[in-house]
């Protein structure tokens, strides 16, 4: 029994040593029993400085109060995802997000378990983040901000339906009401978004954009809305984006990413103009015009309750859906040109097109990453082609995968299956119906042109 008692307990510590985030176990005196080597790095220590020792001796900025691990011994109620600054023995200040856990032997605390994420660095390249740009909005008196690089011209097509929604959305830029853009990975979404701006009356304010995927869910409130002095321990008053972005344009990159808690938040911000600082009282008055994307279709971001609903009938004034390259196919061969001629200068190379057997891959690949997939394939060949034409032997590794069978079947009859093309042609137009409708059937069934009951029943037939 007792060789069993040891052996669960090199398991159990081999587990907790392997475990990506830190961990800290004290027992009830205060002292740590267990500290692995992810702990020791974001505190900035070694596991030999604190195994055995008093909390409060090795980072003695924390006192019985202001410790998470201590309170939690105290009270025995866990503590969940609470901010904690502190500065350990060597003077290094630590900022972490921590859920502190009580550990019972019955109904008995024997001591407490602490799960800590290291944000010092994340927080760090934030706040300069934010420094900088609140630097730029002050030394810019340009009528155009440095940030925004691209146009509508910059956004090639010759696709007409995709040029007809830049000249929608170059007539449309001149309001200030939200919008909402939807597009797959690498449709081109952000210069979208940057050619409205440059249209808009906004023009010479600024542009900020933030992707909502990349900021931890515990910084992108502060983030977006600022700080407050003293609304944690080391908080300063500090701008958030919507006060930086005052009197221009704030992109939200991958809304659906954002928690929806926080949703809740933009929403009321959307509705009155009005921020509050995390942590602060004061109401201050914001002017920005908020442009929201999401990657995936709004539809199925409502459905798994990956957007709210209401924060989506707020933002969907105006909506646009970049096509993906697969459905734009007369773009294939010219953005293929185009950036030919692009990575000539770039390259000093001479290329002057690509052979039939490319032409034929590039017009039957799917292309997932759509334009910026093509754009880097491209860059990929011309950096290692040493012929006046781009060759199918020179295509990545990656591309040249042979197909399975399903695929290749797949490939064979889309061309000529009439019932397949009479399907999506159907199938496209109803979804396009129902997105300018905000899914209602009735509006829909009247820009279709057919009774409501035919779309209820195509509804029920075909795969949406």
């Known amino acids: 029994m007792g060789e069993l008692t040891v052996l669960t307990q090199e398991v159990l510590a081999a587990i907790l040593k392997s475990i990506d985030e830190g961990i800290h176990v004290v027992n009830t005196e205060g002292r740590t029993i267990f500290y692995n080597e992810v702990a020791a790095r974001h505190d ?24 998470t691990l201590l309170k939690v011994i105290r009270t025995g109620k866990p503590i969940y995802n609470q901010t904690q600054v502190y500065v350990n023995v060597h003077g290094t200040r630590i900022d972490t997000i921590n859920t502190t856990l009580p550990i019972f032997l019955g109904e008995e605390i024997i001591g407490a378990v602490e799960i800590a994420k290291d944000y010092s660095r994340m927080k760090l390249l934030a706040e300069r983040l934010l420094d900088l740009q609140k630097g730029l909005k002050k030394s810019s008196k340009k009528k155009v901000w440095k940030q925004v690089k691209y146009s509508f011209q910059d956004l090639k097509t010759v696709n007409p339906q995709f040029i007809n929604m830049k000249v929608e959305a170059s007539k449309l830029a001149k309001s200030d009401s939200p919008i909402l853009v939807y597009g797959e990975s690498g449709t081109g979404k952000e210069l979208f978004v940057q050619g409205i701006h440059q249209e808009s009356l906004r023009a010479g304010g600024p542009f900020i954009a933030q992707n909502c995927a990349a ?37 939200l990159d991958e809304l659906h990413a954002m928690p ?34 999401v990657n995936l279709h709004p539809n199925k971001a409502l459905k798994e309750q990956k957007l709210r609903s209401d924060l989506y009938y707020r933002l969907n004034v105006f909506s646009f859906a970049l096509l993906p390259l697969r459905e734009r196919k007369e773009d294939i061969p010219y953005l293929t040109d185009y950036f030919i001629q692009l990575f000539n200068k770039k390259l000093g190379k001479e290329v002057k097109g690509i052979e039939k057997k490319l032409e034929v891959f590039f017009n039957k690949y799917h292309w997932p990453g759509n334009v910026r997939e093509l754009k880097h394939t491209i860059e990929y060949m011309m950096n290692i082609c040493e012929e006046e034409i781009l060759t199918y032997a020179r295509l990545p590794l990656i591309l040249k995968q042979p197909l399975t069978p399903a695929q290749r079947n797949s490939e064979q009859t889309e061309d000529l299956s009439l019932r397949k093309n009479i399907d999506n042609l159907e199938r496209n137009l109803i979804l396009k119906a129902l997105e300018k409708t905000d899914g209602n059937i009735n509006q829909a069934a009247k820009l279709l042109e057919i009774p409501r009951q035919t779309l209820q029943y195509k509804l029920k037939k075909i795969p949406l």
């Open 260 to 293: 929806i808690e926080l949703q809740a938040k933009l929403l009321r911000v959307l509705e009155d103009g009005i921020v509050r600082r995390v942590g602060g009282a004061e109401n201050i008055m914001v002017n920005v015009r908020v442009i929201a994307a």
């Open 44 to 67: 900035g220590m070694d596991i030999k400085e604190v195994q055995g020792k008093h909390l409060l001796k090795v980072f003695p900025s924390l006192t019985e109060e202001s410790s």
């Open 215 to 251: 900021i931890p869910e515990t910084l992108l409130e502060s983030i977006l809305f600022g700080t407050a002095k003293g609304s944690y321990t080391g908080a300063v008053d500090r701008k958030g984006l919507f006060e930086l972005a005052d009197g221009g344009t704030l992109f």
